[in-house]
């Protein structure tokens, strides 16, 4: 697929699990903590949350699972970001700086009101 608009914005649980897989491949209770990591606890994924976006994200073909790791319980799946996922979370990321940079013109051009 190469138009990627279609994803386009991304919720915040998504984009935090997207971010979360970016580095490493990793199960759910690990991506959990690593979002909860990334955003020093000030944004959690419960279960359900995650679970609910994990297969909508697995259907879309943004996040593959992958083998389990050698020593892991076997009930544990592991999932990695895909190669459409990376580029969905790149261009949300360009989205995103966008939108910041034009807000931070805003506020600056805007004077402060006298009292």
């Known amino acids: 697929m190469n138009d990627i608009t279609p994803f386009l914005p991304l919720s915040p649980a998504t984009l935090h699990i997207l971010i979360a897989l970016a580095s490493d491949d990793r199960h759910g209770y690990g991506i959990m903590q690593e979002v909860a ?8 994924l419960g279960p359900g949350t995650l679970y609910d976006n994990l297969q909508k994200l697995l259907d879309q073909g943004l996040v593959e699972e992958v083998d ?14 895909a190669t459409l996922g990376q580029r969905v ?6 989205r995103l700086e966008a939108v910041f ?13 006298k009292a």
């Open 89 to 94: 979370v790149a261009a949300e990321i360009q």
């Open 101 to 113: 940079r034009k807000v931070k013109t805003h506020l600056h051009a805007i004077k402060p009101k």
């Open 37 to 44: 990591r990334q955003t020093k606890d000030q944004y959690k």
């Open 68 to 81: 389990r790791r050698d020593n892991e319980d076997p009930r544990r799946r592991f999932y990695r970001l």
